[in-house]
């Protein structure tokens, strides 16, 4: 991956940047607001799921040293909430393998501007710390489960299914709500012929109340054969069970509470909700992102994809001033992409989900 951290830290006075808009509101060239910052607290994660970290004994987990201090990460999002950020997701890794995780919400809670706190989980931690994650500002979840069967969910994750159950049930007594379900689709092992789990998932979601979101599967390094087991959504919409829930011919709707931008919906059948759909590969809904990441380790990126982040980490621990880093916002906002490319070349220098944080 090209370094570009030296190019980016060096202290450029703001004024420099064309098209800052006066408000002081992070915007990209393309007049995209960005008000979201999905943060990875962690590059370590208790499952090994095929799709994210398959040679899980390959995978060299960051150390200690070299992931954000829970400090660093307050200190970054209250200068990114002076720049227009609301929005907060936690993910990781597994965010709940970090310790003290509440303590974390706890602070980024209390940050004057940040309206939103929510987390990406595989609620396999859960049932003990939901209880604590909501008493410390956490709103809601989104909980990772990609398939029902016990044998199948283990052979994929080299996970347990029963802690993830008793963790939504966790999330649900605690009033972290909306819980939203992430299925990511594959052919071959939940979604195709023989094998598509489409349509239990759905109704899976629908006892619980909760809104289900199926992924087109990303070609991340480290992630599955790609070519093997994509599925589009379109595909999966024509599998007659799950045509019996959802209305297909429906419009696509976007996500009611606006706060999702990359996902679109369609209606159930029977009128109790409705199920999303998040299409990075068939179709980008890339005009409407407002999103910055921080990884674990203190790079800011602006596009999943895009092969580039700025070294957040080393600015602040060789002395860099709030300045710097509101500067180190305006470039990743400058250099953000109109639209994110996945490459498929197998030996890619990208970095793999899991070290970037999904
Ligand atoms: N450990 C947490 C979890 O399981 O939700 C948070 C991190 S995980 C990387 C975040 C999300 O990224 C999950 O919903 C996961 O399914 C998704 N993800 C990971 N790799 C992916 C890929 N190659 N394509 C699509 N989604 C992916």
Same mark, same amino acid.
């Given at each position: 991956m090209p370094d570009i951290s030296i190019l980016m830290? *060096?202290?450029? #006075?703001?004024? =420099?940047?064309? %098209?800052? #808009?006066s408000d002081g509101k992070l915007t990209d060239r393309f007049g995209r607001g960005l008000n979201y910052l999905r943060i990875s607290v962690t590059d370590r994660c208790n499952m090994r799921c095929d799709y994210c970290r398959p040679d899980a004994d390959a995978y060299k987990a960051e150390s200690h040293r070299q992931i954000l201090r829970y400090e660093e990460i307050e200190r970054i999002v209250r200068i990114a909430a002076g720049m227009g950020v609301n929005k907060i997701r936690i993910t990781g %890794?597994? #965010? /709940?393998?970090?310790?003290? /995780?509440p303590i974390l919400v706890e602070k980024l809670a209390h940050i004057p501007g940040i309206t939103d706190i929510s987390m990406t989980s595989n609620a396999t931690l859960l049932s003990k710390y939901a209880q604590n994650l909501a008493a410390a500002g956490l709103r809601r979840i989104n909980i990772s489960i990609d398939s029902l069967k016990p044998l199948r969910f283990r052979k994929l994750t %080299? %996970? *347990?299914l029963a802690p993830v159950l008793a963790g939504i049930a966790a999330a649900k007594a605690a009033g972290l709500w909306p819980i939203k379900l992430n299925t990511v689709l594959l052919r071959g092992i939940n979604a195709g012929e023989d094998c598509c789990e489409v349509a239990e998932l759905i109704d899976f979601a629908a006892g619980h109340g909760a809104t289900i979101r199926f992924i087109e599967l990303m070609p991340m390094k480290q992630g599955m054969d790609w070519q093997k087991h994509y599925i589009s959504i379109d595909e999966v919409l024509q599998n007659e069970a799950v045509r019996a829930r959802v209305d297909v011919d429906a419009p696509l709707q976007m996500d009611r509470q606006g706060g999702n931008t990359a996902a679109r919906y369609l209606p159930l059948k029977n009128g109790q909700g409705d199920v999303g759909f998040i299409m990075p590969?068939? *179709?980008? =809904?890339? *005009?409407g992102c407002n999103r910055l990441r921080l990884t674990a380790d203190g790079g800011l990126r602006s596009c999943l994809p895009a092969d580039y982040q700025i070294n957040l980490r080393d600015l602040i621990r060789s002395g860099g001033s709030d300045d710097d880093i509101r500067t180190v916002f305006l470039r990743s906002a400058l250099i953000k992409p109109e639209i994110g490319v996945y490459d498929f070349a197998a030996n890619t220098d990208k970095r793999s989900m899991i070290h970037i944080g999904g």
């Open positions: 830290v *060096e202290a450029t #006075p703001i004024r =420099f940047f064309a %098209g800052m #808009p %890794g597994e #965010p /709940l393998v970090r310790r003290d /995780l %080299g %996970g *347990e590969m068939s *179709e980008r =809904f890339c *005009e």
